[in-house]
């Protein structure tokens, strides 16, 4: 009975330029708008409001500020970071699955990423853990709040009010949103031409 349920399971190896170009598309669209608004809104008057480029001064090691020599090499470590992290995540995962992968049947068939799923996934997950961040934050010293984060990370959250709780997951579920549709979209996109392609050549093998 084992044998015959292992045997109709299937499993497939992820590759690493489909997750690498989603990373891409999704870190590269948003610092472009995270530069891009941190630029325009001082020249509107508006200042204070929006801190989302100052995670990338934390996060690349060459970006320095909005100026444009560090728009660019911040734009290119973007790119390059994305597609080192997909080049290195999905082989190690595929090598910690090697052996369950190697004892069952591989289907060539896609992986279907499903907006709705990842949406969800992204939105309860971070949402918890921002109103843990925020529970925590209301019992120890300012020194060691996690509040000076999310001021970054979401724009126009300044405190530990209600009301900007109830922003800051807002901004969560828009996030959640974006990151999903891009992922998904990516995925599916390039696990379908896989299968095309898979099957085009299948059919020359039939004809030949």
Not at 22 to 41: E, K, Q, R, S
Not at 51 to 71: A, D, E, T, V
Not at 133 to 142: E, G, M, Q, S, T
Request: aromatic share 14%.
């Amino acid at each position: 009975m084992l044998s015959e349920t292992k045997s109709r399971t299937t499993g497939k190896k992820l590759e690493p330029y489909p997750i690498a170009s989603a990373l891409f598309f999704i870190f590269t669209i948003l610092y472009v708008v995270c530069i891009g608004i941190g630029l325009i809104l001082p020249k509107l008057g508006i200042v204070g409001f929006w801190h989302m480029h100052k995670i990338w001064q934390i996060i690349l090691p060459w970006f320095s500020g909005l100026n444009s020599l560090s728009i660019v090499i911040g734009l290119f470590e973007v790119s390059l970071g994305s597609y080192l992290i997909g080049y290195v995540i999905v082989p190690v995962y595929n090598y910690l699955t090697r052996k369950k992968v190697s004892e069952h049947k591989i289907e060539v068939k896609p992986i279907i990423v499903r907006f709705k799923t990842l949406f969800v996934t992204f939105a309860v997950y971070v949402s918890i853990l921002f109103t843990l961040c925020l529970v925590y934050d209301l019992f120890v010293p300012a020194e060691y709040q996690m509040l000076a984060l999310w001021k970054l990370l979401l724009p126009g959250f300044t405190s530990l009010t209600f009301p900007n709780y109830l922003l800051g997951l807002a901004e969560i579920i828009i996030y959640s949103a974006y990151i999903a549709i891009i992922f998904s979209k990516t995925i599916n996109n390039f696990e379908k031409s896989e299968l095309n392609k898979s099957e085009e050549d299948s059919l020359k093998g039939v004809i030949r």
